[in-house]
């Protein structure tokens, strides 16, 4: 695995980081990830300028977008992987000491990898997900690779046996910790709006155009968690997972627990996609 540090190509063991970097001290930086199919990045532009968008937000200097889409090309081609997830990080960079506020204008810290994609799309089998309180920040829109939040919540989730918490804010369902969802109620799709309080997804963004080319109707609207006992389906997307149903919802089955008619058209058209 050939990664690439601050204008340097190593092996992973070999990339070092200073501990005064900010983002190993402070969590002070944002990433992306990004899906490779048979060595072509998926839908590159939507991730690359949503790593601006989360970048300006902290307010990292801006990089050429010809820079990040180099950086990808670049990668695919020196390691030896036809599929997979791009890993970028950027933070703020090391300075000299501990401070809260840099004590000098500073060189952002650039890595990126690529690391095997394991989807079995042709055999979605349902997974288990555990409703949770949302204990988050607010600005869940930016990117950060602060994610102790996420982390404490996937794993509560995976105490209760389930591969993600589907978290609520007040009652209003957000997100997951690494996912967006997804649910079916009488034919039409629900996803909630993409606003501050949730990260908004470039798969959820995909399958949204998706499901509007084969005439399913979607609303960007919050459900309640109380709303979970009447939906039909449910399913979750991620770079990495996909097009992911969802087959129990704490005790809750989804349907008959298999992956519901609206889910495995919208897979099948994912899927279709990727070509
Ligand atoms: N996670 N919401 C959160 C909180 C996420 O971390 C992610 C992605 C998503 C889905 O976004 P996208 O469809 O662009 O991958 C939603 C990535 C895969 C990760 O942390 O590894």
New binding site residues.
Partial sequence: DIVYLNGDWVTGNNAKVSVFDRGFLFADGVYE?IPVYQRRPFLPEL?IQRLQRSADAIGIAPITTEFWHQLVLDLINRNNLDDGLVYIQLTFGADSQRSHLPTQPLTPTIYASLSPLSVHWNTPKPVKVAVLEDIRWHR?DI?SISLLG?IMLKREAAKRGAIEPLLHRDGRIT??????YFMVKQGRLYTPPADHL??A????TWVIQLAQQLAIEVHEEALNVNELQHVDEVFL????REVQPVGQIDDIIVGNGQCGTITAQIAEAFHASKR
């Fill in positions: 990830v991730h869940c990117k996420n997100e997951g910790a690494s996912c967006n949730i990260l997804g470039i798969t959820r997307t991620s770079s990495s």
